[in-house]
């Protein structure tokens, strides 16, 4: 069963632009949520979809946005890119909607803003 | 917001020794997850510990829940160059529905 397919793996983007991250989930399940990993803050949760429904929200401007198709792949944008901005972003996808149940990574997009 | 906080932040140890992993909150978490992160990849699933007191094997690793489902342990016993990588813990909180992750423990492991 193939895994968690994020595309572009890395990216260099300038302040003031705008960046959209794709992310594949595996194949019958449902759920993707996004995090951002920066060394200073960690792992953090940005929002959850679910069946093309955003069901959760974690403390991010609205700068970042993001959405789910009907075949599940979701995509995270980021607008006005700023220097802080800069970060893994890491999917996950999972059977269920909710924190309870295991979590499946993709290898992240590295963004890089300069 | 519910934090989790692990200790310690780094750890570099020589193959053979045991090690432990602390992951502690103020709040009471549904239940907790650890995974492990190695360079350019991301986070994977070790165990998920549901109930208070609970304590999982997986080989030489062991994990603990506490009774009030506040922390969890991670323990690996006579640890091996291939453990080498980020330990991160992860509440669940079925309010939020979401996981809370800790800062992590990078640990590297010495041959």
């Known amino acids: 069963k193939a895994g968690v397919t994020q595309t572009p793996r890395y990216l260099i983007k300038t302040r003031g632009q705008q960046v959209t991250l794709s992310c594949s989930p595996i194949?019958?399940?449902?759920?993707v949520s996004w995090y951002q990993q920066t060394p200073g803050q960690g792992l953090q949760f940005l929002f959850e979809?679910?069946?093309?429904?955003?069901?959760n929200k974690g403390n991010f401007p609205g700068r970042f946005s993001g959405r789910q198709f009907s075949n599940s792949r979701s995509e995270m944008n980021v607008s006005t890119l700023e220097l802080g901005d800069s970060a893994l972003y890491l999917c996950?996808?999972?059977?269920?909607?909710?924190?309870?149940?295991?979590?499946?990574f993709g290898q992240g997009t590295r963004l890089t803003v300069v | 917001t519910q934090l989790l906080e692990q200790s310690p932040q780094f750890l570099s140890i020589q193959e053979g020794e045991n090690l432990t992993v602390y992951c502690n909150s103020s709040?009471?978490?549904?239940?907790l997850q650890w995974y492990r992160q190695e360079p350019g990849e991301g986070p994977v699933l070790l165990v998920t510990?549901?109930?208070?007191?609970e304590v999982k094997k997986l080989k030489r690793l062991t994990f603990q829940f506490g009774d009030a489902r506040k922390d969890s342990s991670l323990h690996i016993t006579a640890a091996q160059p291939g453990d080498t990588g980020l330990y991160l813990c992860?509440?669940?909180?079925?309010?939020?529905?979401?996981?809370?992750f800790g800062s992590g423990t990078r640990l590297q492991v010495q041959p």
């Open positions: 709040s009471v978490f549904s239940s």
């Open positions: 510990v549901v109930t208070g007191g």
């Open positions: 992860a509440g669940v909180d079925t309010g939020r529905r979401a996981l809370t």
């Open positions: 194949s019958g399940h449902r759920s």
């Open positions: 996950a996808s999972s059977p269920f909607t909710g924190g309870g149940t295991e979590a499946f």
């Open positions: 979809y679910f069946s093309e429904t955003q069901r």
